[in-house]
């Protein structure tokens, strides 16, 4: 078979569904170069590809402007699985004439279901009483009902919205905040005062982190900020891990600043084994999961391809070919 283009595939959540798509790559003439990948390819492990193929199906591999250069001529096109590109940088795509393409709104809901099950969980305390009550003790603890609580967003865009509406429907306190405050409708019918972040630090019980990864977002909770949060609110985040400086939140909990967080993202992913994270009870973790979400995996899994051939130039999918993702 003469092949019209080689693509790597990366992206892990996408590989398992590989052998279904099989027929939509090889019925437009695709070569598919499939990666070894965990979580996603560093710049070292990115290289040795360089130079061998036309696109891209990536994960949050670490395509830095070096990496870009590398790739460049032959590279067309990186197709992201999801929304998230902090992990590319954009202006060297840009110079070296590379399209970047990925899915807004991918996951807003399976996010923001997530979120507020940090939130219950906190508030209710269901997850250490099942842990007690399995292990053998009989203790009940103080909860909260969320109609009495603050809930502050940082990042009032899709997700961020989403996550308030579901907490209105608790009868929560809604704070929000952002670099560039959403339009007066929005605000007014998710019935959500946007502050400062001092202000919404300092007055939530609860702290969302739904913004990008961008320079004014990285680092963004660190020692100062922390220290500005009451010491009985519990911090969620469902973002990227660089906003949080992660060694800053390890002090503040272990010192009783904080009462707890919820994290499903890290600065290094996988979190490491030796992270002083996994070691405390009032932290709650998952692995970079909050997006899970049969249907949307499904509708991620087809707007990736189709973004890609698209840039190729490549007649669109034969999704017939896959009766089910």
């Not at 437009?28 to 990948?37: C, F, L, P, R, Y």
């Amino acid at each position: 078979m003469t092949h019209q283009a080689s693509v790597l595939v990366s992206a892990p959540y996408l590989l398992p569904v590989l052998p279904r798509l099989r027929p939509v790559f090889d019925a437009a003439g695709v070569e598919i170069i499939q990666a070894e990948v965990h979580e996603r390819l560093s710049e070292d492990e990115l290289l040795p590809y360089a130079g061998a193929v036309d696109g891209v199906i990536s994960g949050d591999d670490r395509f830095t402007a070096s990496v870009l250069e590398a790739f460049h001529p032959r590279l067309k096109v990186i197709s992201k699985w999801g929304t998230g590109i902090d992990s590319i940088d954009q202006k060297a795509a840009q110079l070296w004439g590379i399209q970047i393409r990925n899915t807004p709104d991918a996951f807003t809901d399976a996010v923001a279901d997530s979120v507020m099950a940090y939130v219950l969980s906190f508030a209710r305390g269901t997850p250490w009483m099942d842990k007690e009550l399995k292990a053998g003790g009989w203790r009940k603890r103080p909860g909260r009902a969320l109609k009495e609580s603050t809930l502050g967003v940082v990042g009032v865009g899709r997700i961020g919205r989403a996550v308030l509406r579901r907490a209105a429907g608790f009868g929560m306190r809604l704070l929000g905040t952002d670099i560039k405050d959403p339009p007066e409708r929005v605000i007014q019918s998710l019935a959500v005062t946007m502050v400062p972040l001092e202000d919404l630090l300092a007055q939530s019980d609860f702290v969302s982190l739904n913004c990008d990864l961008n320079p004014t977002s990285a680092g963004l909770i660190n020692s100062r900020t922390l220290a500005l949060m009451r010491p009985e609110a519990v911090l969620v985040n469902t973002s990227r891990g660089p906003v949080i400086q992660e060694g800053d939140l390890v002090h503040a909990l272990k010192e009783g600043r904080l009462a707890g967080a919820g994290l499903d993202v890290f600065e290094e992913e996988p979190l490491p084994l030796d992270s002083p994270l996994r070691q405390m009870d009032q932290v709650l973790l998952a692995p970079h999961n909050a997006n899970s979400s049969p249907e949307a995996w499904a509708r991620v899994h087809r707007n990736t391809v189709d973004n890609l051939f698209e840039a190729l130039g490549l007649p669109p999918a034969a999704w017939g070919e896959v009766p089910s993702l």
